[in-house]
């Protein structure tokens, strides 16, 4: 793989769940740490959680018991549980890569939240 891919965004009601996924490449994956970014329109692109490879996990105020990631390194992927979630949460969810040498972005996958 070249570049990371993301998918499970897609369009859901106030207080429903949705859950994101990202596959990148094999022989860098299990020796990076993971994120999810968002972006919504006007703002920057801000962390919304990261694990690292022993499983360390970071989370932004803003979704701390809402959202859950975790890693499979045998499937090269990284996955954001999102449950009760809110209008505020639309965004563009971007996966990302930190390797020791060098980075990496996905292109994103749109998620929205109606009222």
């Known amino acids: 793989q070249v570049q990371l891919v993301e998918s499970g965004g897609g369009l859901v009601q106030a207080g429903g769940s949705l859950r994101l996924s990202c596959t990148g490449p094999?022989?860098?994956?299990?020796?990076?740490?993971m994120g999810w970014y968002r972006q919504a329109p006007g703002k920057q692109r801000d962390l919304v959680a990261s694990i690292t490879r022993g499983g360390s996990t970071n989370y932004a105020d803003s979704v701390k018991g809402r959202f859950t990631i975790s890693r499979d390194d045998a499937e090269n992927a990284v996955y954001l549980q999102m449950n009760s979630l809110k209008p505020e949460d639309t965004a563009v969810y971007y996966c990302?890569?930190?390797?020791?040498?060098?980075?990496?972005w996905g292109r994103g996958t749109q998620v929205t939240v109606s009222s």
């Open positions: 094999e022989r860098i994956f299990s020796v990076s740490t």
């Open positions: 990302n890569l930190q390797a020791p040498l060098f980075s990496m």
